[in-house]
């Protein structure tokens, strides 16, 4: 039989049927752990294992439906890697399908069994329950399906039918919400990098900065020490350093030759008309892009701009966008300018260490170098004239 996967716990090879107490346990530490986890894999992860846990399966897999696409799918099976069958096939393909549970004592005398899968993973599936779940809407998402009961008798009963389906009740309703979760986060990047891309374009940057600036800020924040989540969340809001580039005049912000002192003047306003088109949201990334906006044009011995903040008064964020974004401007082609020689680059990091920038950055940015430049080739684009 294959090796379970480390996130799966194991089941001793023959169990006694639970007592109420032990029943009642499952569930309450099974959903308290759910009740606290966004991350979408770890639900389905601790879903199957209460489920394998409150029945004494020998397997529970946690299969979910891809309507686009026609299938059912799972990532989260006890022994397996990811499955993907048509929609309407199998057993869970039709426990979905009428949107009612199924209990088989013996896969291998019913013809909806795919026997197939057991031969891809070398397994003997006997005793089958599947129930489907459904979201707040009432449509269905998904089915648990558990397999091989692990007593004596070998078989599940009308009561592990009763008790799976309690757990596919909270289950479903609590994967949606991570699943939403998960859908709004992954909207809110999508929305801040595209706006970021805007904002660029109207001073004709190229195509890829926005993306090199993130990886950059990605890589100095993980330099740093900084939590991996934390530098995510860094690269993700990057890119919105210049959005409020979107409100300055064209006559200033795609002029050719050197801005008027009057001109500088309007073009700094961008750091601040950024933070505020961002200030008010409720959403942390879009705080986190507001700091980046508004003071990755400091300076670290306060001769910056738009505040004139000094030191450790400038958001940390603001200080490693700083460093990202001007090691991209310098060291990228513009219709302005050629980029610079590396080396050229790396004295001007030396001479402004404590200067423009936090010295403590520069030295991590002096370490990370050879990824800085890796990605840098990465997101390598073309002049745009």
Not at 86 to 98: D, E, F, R, Y
Not at 180 to 187: D, F, M, Q, S
Not at 265 to 272: G, L, P, Q, V, Y
Not at 291 to 309: F, N, Q, S, V
């Amino acid at each position: 039989m294959p090796d379970y996967p480390r996130e799966f716990e194991r089941m001793p090879a023959l169990r006694e049927e639970l007592t109420p107490e032990q029943m009642l346990r499952i569930i309450f530490d099974y959903t308290a752990k759910i009740a606290n986890e966004r991350n979408l894999h770890n639900v389905l992860v601790l879903m199957a294992n209460m489920g394998r846990e409150m029945i004494l399966a020998d397997r529970c897999t946690v299969w979910l439906v891809d309507y686009k696409r026609g299938e059912l799918f799972t990532t989260v099976a006890h022994g397996v890697s990811e499955i993907r069958v048509p929609l309407n096939s199998g057993l869970v393909g039709h426990s979905i399908a009428l949107g009612q549970p199924l209990l088989i004592e013996d896969a291998y005398q019913d013809p909806r069994h795919n026997a197939e899968n057991d031969r891809k993973a070398g397994y003997r599936t006997k005793s089958v329950i599947t129930v489907p779940f459904a979201g707040n809407d009432g449509s269905i998402i998904g089915a648990y399906q558990a397999v091989n009961k692990m007593t004596k008798e070998g078989v599940f009963t009308q009561r592990d039918l009763e008790n799976l389906s309690l757990a596919a009740s909270y289950a479903g309703k609590s994967l949606e919400s991570v699943m939403l979760h998960e859908e709004i986060v992954a909207t809110q990047k999508e929305i801040i990098f595209r706006m970021g891309e805007i904002g660029e374009s109207r001073s004709k940057e190229t195509g890829n900065h926005v993306k090199r600036v993130a990886e950059y800020s990605r890589i100095l924040a993980l330099g740093l020490g900084l939590p991996q989540e934390e530098a995510e969340k860094i690269r993700v809001a990057s890119p919105m350093h210049d959005i409020g580039k979107v409100a300055i005049p064209d006559a200033v912000l795609k002029k050719p030759g050197k801005l008027t002192d009057e001109e500088y003047e309007i073009m700094k306003t961008h750091t601040t008309i950024g933070y505020n088109l961002l200030r008010g949201s409720n959403r942390e990334l879009l705080r986190t892009a507001a700091h980046i906006a508004h003071e990755h044009h400091e300076k670290w011995d306060g001769t910056g701009y738009p505040r004139g903040l000094k030191g450790e008064e400038i958001h940390l964020y603001g200080r490693i966008t700083a460093v990202a974004d001007v090691f991209d401007a310098l060291g990228s082609d513009r219709v302005y300018k050629k980029a610079w020689e590396l080396e050229r680059i790396i004295n001007l990091f030396r001479e402004e260490r404590g200067r423009h920038f936090d010295p403590k950055l520069v030295d991590v940015f002096m370490e990370q170098l050879p990824r800085m430049l890796e990605a840098r080739d990465r997101y390598k684009d073309e002049l745009q004239e």
